[in-house]
């Protein structure tokens, strides 16, 4: 699997401890992040990129711009892209069981979520056209229990995702790449709401954006997840605060 690291050039700490948690993936390129302090916002509006009123911080400025140049990536390969944050940590068979997974799934996905957020609630399709079923998760023992999930056994099964906050590590394909482009761009202050919990969040970053797209992208997530992140809100480079904000 092809996956790209975005990393920003000024974050060496946190590309050495990455590099310490997954010298085990043998197809990974660093990508180096861009700097939403150095982004000309009057720029990117002209280019229909964001709106002008566009009141993303510079670290969510960034990130958006680094996903957006590797969906372009994607586009361009016409093939499956993994990204990934500079914080998570695989799954030691993350590999083989990622392809796996992707192998068994139907043409025509657009995304796959391999982790997220456990500060949070996620929200998967339990049987299509049954029911959703909402999971929530401990933080505190995912962060200490990081080195048994690095070495365990997993049997992951793909499942529609509905909810989900964090885009710590996923897949894109071609067609999903450009679906995306499509559908965010240009990018506006405004809420989503959330069906499956009855809830409406501001778009502060792209994750958040992402999640009132759900409905109308083929996207699924690993369960269980083959990646975690610690998601420490206080080193984050990209929101100060947490996700969950309304």
Known sequence: MRV??????????????????????????????????????SALAGRGII??????????????????????EAIESAAALTLCEDDVIFNHDFERQAAGLIASMDPGWHMIFWGW????????????????????FDQHGMRAGIESFRSATISPRPYRLLAAFGIPCYTVSPAGAAL??????????????????????????????????????????????????PNDHATSTVLPHTNLGA
């Open 180 to 229: 995306l482009k499509r559908l965010v761009l240009p990018m506006t202050n405004h809420r989503i709401f959330v069906p499956s919990v009855n809830r409406c969040f501001a778009n502060r970053d792209l994750s958040l954006a992402l999640l009132g797209l759900f409905p109308r992208i083929q996207v699924f997530a690993s369960f269980p997840p083959l990646i975690i992140t």
């Open 4 to 41: 790209r690291l975005i990393n920003l050039d000024r974050s060496e700490d946190r590309l050495a401890k990455f590099t310490a948690y997954n010298g085990h993936l043998t197809d990974i390129v660093r990508f180096a992040a861009i700097d939403g302090k150095q982004a000309r916002r």
């Open 51 to 72: 709106d002008p009123a566009l009141d993303y911080t510079d670290g969510a400025l960034g990130n958006l711009l680094s996903h957006l140049a590797l969906w372009e």
């Open 117 to 136: 957020n456990f500060d949070a609630f996620t929200v998967f399709e339990l049987v299509p056209g049954l029911s959703p079923f909402l999971a929530q």
